[in-house]
T-cell receptor, first 111, second 115 residues
C-alpha cells in the first residue's frame, strides 16, 4: 500500500466552481508536504510546501491545509479556470529525507 | 521553462534499439535524479546523482544505464527495453542532495514508447 494516498483519482468540474483534493499519508516521522501541479506533457511544478507547524498556506487561488495529527492534507482551488486542468500530486518527505509520491488527482475544468 | 531541459520530448523505439535520454540544467544544482512516471501510478525514483557520483540505484533493471559526466548533464541510456518500460521519464535537480527546503525542479520529461 502506498504511503501517500490521493483522492479522488479524477475530477471534472465546471469553470468558476471550487474543488478540494485530498491527500492522506502514513509517512512518519514527517518533515514536509508539497503539492505539485503537472500540466499535460510537462513536469511537476511546486505549488506549496507545508511543514509540521503550518496548518494552512495560500498561493493565489490555491489553498493547502495540513493536519499533522490525522496525517491529512487538502488542496482547495477557488474559482477554477480552464488552465487549472492538470494532475495534482502530493509529495510527503520524512525526516530521513525519503520522498513519497501520491499517484495524483487528474482535474479537468470544463467551460 | 523550468531550467531543466530534457530531450527528446518524445521517443518511439523498438525492443532491440539503443537510445539515450538527455537532461541538462544550468541552475547550479548539485544533485540530479531520474524518475519514471507510469499512468495512474506514483513517480518511481530510479537513480540519484550527487556531484556526478551515483548515490542511489533503486533496483532498476540493467537495460537502463545512467551517466552523469558533469553536474549539469545527466543521461539515461536505454537498450533492449520491454513494452512495459513505456512511460514518461522525468529528470529533476535540486541544489543539495534531497534538498528539503528548496525542493526539486523537474524537466518536462521524455514520453517513451517501446514497440
Amino acid at each position: 500500500k502506498n504511503q501517500v494516498e490521493q483522492s479522488p483519482q479524477s475530477l471534472i468540474i465546471l469553470e468558476g466552481k471550487n474543488c478540494t483534493l485530498q491527500c492522506n499519508y502514513t509517512v512518519s516521522p514527517f518533515s514536509n508536504l508539497r503539492w505539485y501541479k503537472q500540466d499535460t506533457g510537462r513536469g511537476p511544478v511546486s505549488l506549496t510546501i507545508m511543514t509540521f507547524s503550518e496548518n494552512t498556506k495560500s498561493n493565489g487561488r490555491y489553498t493547502a491545509t495540513l493536519d499533522a495529527d490525522t496525517k491529512q492534507s487538502s488542496l482547495h482551488i477557488t474559482a477554477s479556470q480552464l488552465s487549472d486542468s492538470a494532475s495534482y500530486i502530493c509529495v510527503v518527505r520524512g525526516n530521513n529525507n525519503d520522498m513519497r509520491f501520491g499517484a495524483g488527482t487528474r482535474l479537468t475544468v470544463k467551460p | 521553462e523550468t531550467g531543466v531541459t530534457q530531450t527528446p520530448r518524445h521517443l518511439v523505439m523498438g525492443m532491440t534499439n539503443k537510445k539515450s535520454l538527455k537532461c541538462e540544467q544550468h541552475l547550479g544544482h548539485n544533485a540530479m535524479y531520474w524518475y519514471k512516471q507510469s499512468a495512474k501510478k506514483p513517480l518511481e525514483l530510479m537513480f540519484v546523482y550527487s556531484l556526478e557520483e551515483r548515490v542511489e540505484n533503486n533496483s532498476v533493471p540493467s537495460r537502463f544505464s545512467p551517466e552523469c559526466p558533469n553536474s549539469s548533464h545527466l543521461f539515461l541510456h536505454l537498450h533492449t527495453l520491454q513494452p512495459e518500460d513505456s512511460a514518461l521519464y522525468l529528470c529533476a535537480s535540486s541544489l543539495y542532495l534531497r534538498d528539503r527546503a528548496g525542493g526539486y525542479t523537474f524537466g518536462s520529461g521524455t514520453r517513451l514508447t517501446v514497440v
